[in-house]
């Protein structure tokens, strides 16, 4: 077994904080997924979970080429009572959510 040369091991560490501070801190903190996301059965939180990462997801795409996006808590409120606008943002191509 070969050890990674210094670039490279470099770049893997990146991308991992990558995926840790892009999607975990936003889930954690902005999501307050911690602490609100209590269930009783495992097939609950597999679905609890997956959704959340699709909210997240929508809120990344949707907020691509702002200049100031709203915070992923302020987006999640302001959509948590719009089911019907999240199912309209499920089926946009991706790359083409409206504004």
Not at 32 to 58: G, M, P, Y
Not at 62 to 78: A, L
Request: glycine residues 6%.
């Amino acid at each position: 077994m070969s050890a990674l040369p210094p670039a490279a091991f470099l770049a893997a560490r990146r991308a991992e904080w990558g995926i840790e501070n892009g999607l975990h801190y936003v889930l954690d903190v902005s999501g307050d997924e911690d602490r609100r996301l209590h269930v009783r059965t495992l097939n609950n939180l597999c679905v609890l979970t997956l959704l959340s990462r699709i909210s997240v997801a929508l809120w990344k795409d949707s907020q691509r080429g702002k200049k100031w996006p709203p915070s992923y808590y302020r987006w999640r409120e302001h959509h948590k009572a719009r089911p019907d606008a999240l199912l309209r943002l499920m089926r946009t191509p991706v790359g083409r959510i409206p504004p």
